[in-house]
């Protein structure tokens, strides 16, 4: 089964920039949609940024234009960095991976938006004071 670790959690000032990570182990085939979620409480998880296996990305329009996702497909990591933070950012994320395999050119916004996602991470809180 997929096991996914965030790190690099933390607290920032607002226009600062912090980098998550998302360490994937136990992958059988190598085509997933990888993608990172928030959720703060009192509020629905958010899916903020997904990639596919060709790097294809998409993101909502909250963090567009502020947050990058990527990936080192030969290390198995996933990272998202943000730039530009601001309060409203400050949420518990999480990295996530596609219940099921997906085709190697899904798209981004198909990760992102249509894919179900099946294995979490343990999350890692991003604090953004002002």
């Known amino acids: 089964q997929v096991q996914l670790v965030e790190s690099g959690g933390g607290s920032v000032q607002s226009g600062g920039s912090l980098s998550l990570s998302c360490a994937v182990s136990?992958?059988?085939?190598?085509?997933?949609?990888m993608g990172w979620f928030r959720q703060a409480p009192g509020k629905e998880r958010e899916k903020i940024a997904a990639?596919?296996?060709?790097?294809?990305?998409s993101y909502s329009d909250s963090v567009k234009g502020r947050f990058t996702i990527s990936q080192d497909n030969a290390k198995n990591v996933v990272y998202l960095h943000m730039s530009n933070l601001k309060p409203e950012d400050t949420a518990m994320y999480y990295c996530?991976?596609?219940?099921?395999?997906?085709?190697?050119?899904?798209?981004?916004?198909?990760?992102?938006?249509?894919?179900?996602?099946?294995?979490w991470g343990q999350g890692t809180q991003v604090t953004v004071s002002s």
């Open positions: 990639i596919d296996t060709a790097g294809s990305t």
């Open positions: 136990g992958y059988v085939y190598s085509s997933y949609c």
């Open positions: 996530a991976a596609s219940r099921h395999l997906v085709p190697y050119y899904s798209g981004g916004d198909y990760c992102r938006t249509r894919v179900e996602f099946g294995y």
